[in-house]
């Protein structure tokens, strides 16, 4: 599949403030903080960035209006319609801490149980594909939802680092998140390598019983739609070597940094920064390892092309 970079930023960014605005939902920070205000403003700032950014896979973004009419059958209009909803809670909790220096917590929990709703929708539109088998399980919401809480642990931990929380309680279970996180989506590209296809140039064609189907010609000569987004292609070599710089880079190190952040103790600018190295790492790596989720997925229709 083509890596659409709007969808790509869509994905990374809006994770990482549906995240962010769960765990501000959990009241872990302390509410009259400054550091927590920023907190409330910046997750508001990257889910609308993300959200934005999608509309520009659209061919006409004008009518990107029209994706919230058929939420009773597509995940997309219902990621559409929730995305609308979560601002709702996410805008009182967000008012009642930088105006009123408070946490509610109806909003607030209702802010995080909707943004978790929010992600597992977003993953849904792409396992609920049967076309793209690599998608199609239920390890593909798992790996989108444990992102999203390991990035907003990340995130949060900042903000704790820079005076607003605990620099035990956020850093540990961020750790323990992104552990959990690129495990989980090790055992994805793991099934994705090994399990075998359920959609071949036999049962495509139909011409299974006759015997083993081969290209004899391609359907036109010509690049089309389904050419450019269906049928892009990554080298395995290439493909491995970027999951391993995802892995180390927004797996690894932050995980590390978070651990003797927590250990060494203490609030500041230095530890902050620290941890905001770890943020960008962890981002950085997410970004890549999404765009390896786009590039290594094969579509069904590319069996009339011989890919």
Known sequence: MHPAFSIIVFTTLSGLGYGLAAVLGLGLLDPAALATKCAHVLALALISAGLLSSTGHLGNPQRAWRAFSQWRSSWLSREGVLSIVTFGPLLISAWACVIEGRYLVLPGLAGTVLCLVTVYCTSMIYASLKSVQAWHTPLTPACYLLFAAAGGFVLASVFAFAGSGSTVALPLPGALFLIAAWAMKQRWRERMKTVAP?????????????????????????????????????????????????????????????????????????????????????WGGVFVERWLFFAEARHAVMNYYGG
Do not use: C
């Open 198 to 282: 359920l959609s071949t140039p036999e049962s495509a064609t139909g011409l299974g019983d006759i015997g083993r189907v081969r290209l004899f010609e391609r359907p036109h000569v010509t690049e089309n739609y389904l050419t450019r987004e269906m049928g892009f292609k990554v080298a395995r070599k290439h493909a491995d070597k970027l999951w391993r710089i995802a892995i180390v880079a927004g797996g690894i190190v932050p995980a590390v940094l978070l651990l003797v952040l927590a250990a060494l103790g203490g609030q500041g600018v230095l530890p902050a920064a620290v941890a905001g190295l770890a943020a960008a790492m962890h």
